[in-house]
């Protein structure tokens, strides 16, 4: 796929900040990445892996974060719902806002479609152009992607991350 065609993928998040039954944070992304594909999904592109400060600030463990660019005929919300029956499998239980998590599968864009609700997704994802976990690995993977909104580029939404908003590739094991 051309970099001109950024603008036109499927961007999925991929966090955890604690151990699952299939291993440490970066292992569990491993196998829901697999999990993804296995479903019929195809990865085009996948960032690499980043350790990041939680958002908002706490004491809970630093998460993993990274990005992947897919492709599938799924519509939104028929995606969304693999992507939370994949959370559940990991062990993923919905309690608490912002709490740590074995597993956090977002969607944050579908192409260039504009959801506003009531029901999700919301289209793209309300605060993805306010992190900084998934706009430098989205860097990575699609460097001329555009807010549909918007249309800020990425460099202009990470000149505006709040400093407290630390995230820094990690090394491949």
Do not use: K
Request: proline share 10%; charged share 20%.
């Amino acid at each position: 796929m051309r970099r001109s065609d950024d603008n036109n993928l499927i961007i999925i998040g991929l966090g955890a900040n604690l151990p699952s039954r299939y291993g440490t944070p970066r292992q569990t992304l491993d196998t829901a990445i697999n999990q993804i594909q296995a479903a019929g999904i195809q990865v085009l592109r996948r960032s690499g892996l980043w350790q990041t400060r939680p958002v908002p600030v706490s004491d809970q463990p630093w998460y993993v974060n990274g990005i992947a660019a897919i492709h599938t005929d799924l519509p939104p919300a028929h995606l969304l719902a693999l992507l939370h029956r994949i959370e559940d499998d990991v062990g993923r239980r919905r309690r608490v806002v912002n709490e740590a998590r074995p597993l956090d599968l977002d969607l944050l864009a579908y192409g260039r479609l504009v959801l506003t609700g009531p029901e999700p997704p919301l289209l793209p994802h309300p605060r993805m152009d306010q992190r900084a976990f998934v706009l430098l690995p989205l860097a990575e993977v699609a460097a001329g992607w555009t807010h549909p909104v918007s249309g800020e580029g990425l460099a202009a939404m990470i000149g505006r991350l709040p400093a407290d908003q630390i995230a820094e590739p990690l090394l491949p094991e």
